[in-house]
């Protein structure tokens, strides 16, 4: 590659850069508490009435064309094109929030539950209504858990602020609380926010230092550090579904997740397929009320469901189903890493905001030296003995065959009467 060529691609990547500071969705189709005061008003009976700002995606779109003029027909340059054209579609949606065209660019960005997953057979949704199932089932036992929601905000707060300061020193973001926000919890390089009125359970904190600071946070500074290519430091839709796969993922080799947490990200891969099928908000809000007898918690579920797009049904944002589908797309690359041996591409997920089909692309940019190794590695990741423990035996498992092991358990199963707590 020659020095012409490397320049050419870090003229583009900050033109792509540039691009995404105005690619800011969850903040374009965010709802004022004017909206949920209304809907409470109005006893939870009418279909609530949102407008959002006008969004002109010319900028952008300018931007965009300008970084392609540099795009030629590498294999660098494939990476190239995809992040141009997630951009330019994610400005689009932006354009079309509250009609079904900002639902079209949803679909395309995030997919739909009912996508197939890489095995051509599997589904989000059928994954989700395993969980759902699973979890059901288990309700009733007593999992000896102190009581739910028993921490408010600020207690999350010093425990982010003291691990963010550990791990970030000086680079450590501002940790806030504020009183709207889209989430429990959101962060950002600069800055984590998280919600006043929200109430959190023990496995919710170390939950949010996990995926927040020490994935979302890291990643960020990670990617705002590369000297050569900026769009690493850039959260758009085209990495999502990773980045928040990589958080769950934290959250599950850490110990930090629980039967609620899961609980929670499946209904939401089921209320968008409801909303797919012609489902309108009260109906969400209903579905998720019937599941968690709490008003303003069914509220913020649905409005996650419906933000940016379509009230009465058939046109929501499919944003939501990424953590599920993205889970399961890091931990069988993870497995599949330890399997061939290739542990050395681990630490590659973590130079930038990234998606795992970009990993070829960031070796060759690192062999390059255009790509720099990530300076903030969240423990799990530094510490690579459990970690692989965990993944090659996981890796032994799927491999083996479990019909006759499973038929011997279940007559074993079959023999025991099934207790009712």
């Not at 008003?295 to 189903?321: H, L």
């Amino acid at each position: 590659m020659t020095r012409s060529a490397a320049e050419r691609i870090e003229h583009v990547s900050d033109l792509l850069f540039e691009a995404s500071k105005s690619i800011r969705i969850l903040s374009h189709v965010s709802w004022s508490a004017s909206v949920r005061e209304q809907f409470f008003a109005l006893e939870a009976k009418e279909l609530p009435v949102v407008s959002y700002p006008i969004f002109d995606p010319a900028p952008v779109l300018e931007i965009i064309a300008a970084a392609r003029l540099h795009i030629e027909s590498s294999f660098i340059d494939e990476w190239l094109t995809r992040l141009a054209d997630d951009l330019e579609d994610s400005a689009r949606m932006m354009a079309g929030a509250g009609t079904p065209a900002f639902f079209a660019y949803s679909k395309k960005l995030f997919g739909v539950p009912n996508d197939p997953l890489p095995d051509k057979v599997s589904t989000s949704l059928a994954l989700a209504r395993k969980f759902d199932e699973l979890l059901t089932s288990v309700m009733k036992i007593d999992l000896g858990e102190p009581p739910p929601a028993c921490y408010l905000a600020q207690t999350v707060a010093t425990a982010m602020s003291e691990a963010v300061t550990k791990m970030f020193g000086a680079d450590a973001p501002e940790v806030l609380i504020v009183d709207e926000l889209s989430a429990n919890a959101l962060a950002g390089p600069k800055r984590i926010r998280i919600r006043r009125n929200a109430s959190f359970s023990d496995k919710d904190i170390n939950q949010l230092v996990e995926h927040e600071a020490y994935i979302h946070v890291a990643t960020s500074l990670n990617g705002l550090a590369q000297p050569h290519l900026k769009i690493l430091g850039a959260s758009h839709p085209g990495i999502t579904k990773t980045q928040e796969g990589l958080a769950v993922f934290a959250e599950f080799i850490t110990g930090s997740i629980d039967l609620g947490r899961m609980r929670r990200l499946a209904d939401r891969v089921i209320a968008i397929q409801m909303a797919v099928d012609g489902a309108d908000f009260l109906d969400v809000y209903q579905y998720f009320l019937a599941r968690i007898e709490n008003e303003q918690q069914s509220y913020e579920n649905a409005r996650r469901v419906f933000r940016g797009g379509v009230v009465s049904g058939s046109y929501p944002f499919t944003k939501d189903m990424v953590y599920l589908d993205g889970l399961l797309s890091v931990h069988n690359f993870l497995r599949s890493i330890v399997s061939s041996g290739r542990s050395d591409c681990l630490r590659l997920l973590f130079c930038g905001k990234l998606d795992i089909e970009d990993i070829p692309v960031i070796h060759e940019l690192t062999q390059m030296g255009l790509c720099q190794p990530a300076k903030y590695l969240p423990p799990w990741a530094s510490d690579l003995r459990f970690l692989l423990c965990h993944l090659a035996y996981s890796s032994f498992l799927n491999g083996v065959d479990l019909t006759q092991v499973r038929a011997h358990y279940d007559r074993l199963l079959a023999r025991i009467p099934k207790l009712n707590s």
